[in-house]
């Protein structure tokens, strides 16, 4: 049972990295289910590729990447926002065309510095096994934020995820509500890139969240369900990682992915089993 505990009990890094993933999978539990019941997967993955130009152009001038995150993903809602209010394209549209926009501005921007290679290999990919304690503190201010804002808004956001009719006749503003969820997006998004970066982030918001979607029927389980599976992921990714030398915020990815397959096969035999049980009772009590 050594291999278990030691790498954790004997390496300073390894311990802060296991803190910051679970800080991650936390906060991608609360916004990940919202972004599950309410589709905003797509949303995820522009906001996610979006701060990518804003990171690398802090790096470049020399100022925290947050900052520079932080301004693009404020440019990719707002510009979300603007193109649907203002013209007749969907919202899809909308963050299709910024989605590509941003990111061709952050390859011409990393672009213009030769050094910038391991730079864009951090913003990608994350550096988990890196993090330092100031890094841990704005992750812990994050997820007091994000979880703060769904209690207080809570009920219109399930509401929203039902239906927008619902939510409206409700007395709810759903324009508000719906900028205040991807004002969530956004702020998961900035916490965890540095962890496991803005290509895998997406991956701890839709991969917990989709298993607890398939276990659970109450939005308060289902976050639970997912706050799980993203600490069990982080603890086994990093596991691995440790034992065979792999990357760490890949690791974490995937082995939750791995769960949401698992899950979804165990949850498909028992409604199968349920389904042909039925008849046989049926059959046993004629």
Not at 243 to 256: C, L, P, Q, Y
Not at 275 to 281: F, R
Request: aromatic fraction near 8%.
């Amino acid at each position: 049972m050594s291999w278990l505990v030691d790498p954790f009990s004997t390496n300073e890094f390894l311990r802060q990295a296991l803190l910051a993933s679970v800080l991650v999978a936390l906060l991608c539990a609360i916004t990940g289910t919202y972004v599950v019941l309410r589709g905003l997967s797509f949303v995820g993955d522009a906001l996610a590729h979006g701060v990518v130009p804003g990171i690398a152009a802090a790096l470049l001038i020399g100022v925290s990447g947050i900052f520079g995150a932080a301004v693009s993903a404020a440019v990719m809602m707002t510009g979300i926002s603007l193109i649907t209010r203002k013209s007749r394209l969907s919202s899809d549209t909308a963050i299709g065309l910024l989605f590509v926009g941003m990111l061709a501005l952050g390859v011409i921007i990393t672009s213009r510095s030769r050094t910038f290679v391991g730079d864009i290999t951090r913003i990608l990919f994350g550096e988990l096994l890196g993090v330092k304690p100031s890094d841990l503190w704005w992750q812990f201010v994050a997820l007091v934020v994000v979880g703060v804002v769904a209690i207080v808004a809570h009920r219109p956001f399930v509401l929203m995820s039902i239906d927008d009719g619902l939510a409206r006749t409700s007395g709810f503003s759903v324009p508000i509500f719906h900028s205040l969820m991807l004002v969530l997006v956004g702020i998961t998004v900035i916490a965890s890139f540095q962890s496991v970066g803005t290509l895998l982030v997406l991956g701890m918001l839709i991969a917990p969240a989709a298993s607890g979607a398939l276990i659970a029927r109450r939005v308060s389980t289902m976050m639970l369900v997912a706050a799980a599976y993203g600490v069990l992921a982080s603890y086994t990714g990093l596991l691995a990682s440790y034992h065979f030398n792999f990357a760490a915020g890949g690791s974490i990815v995937f082995v939750a992915v791995v769960l949401f397959a698992l899950t979804a096969i165990v949850r498909s035999v028992v409604v199968r089993r349920a389904a042909d049980e039925i008849p046989h009772q049926h059959e046993h009590r004629h």
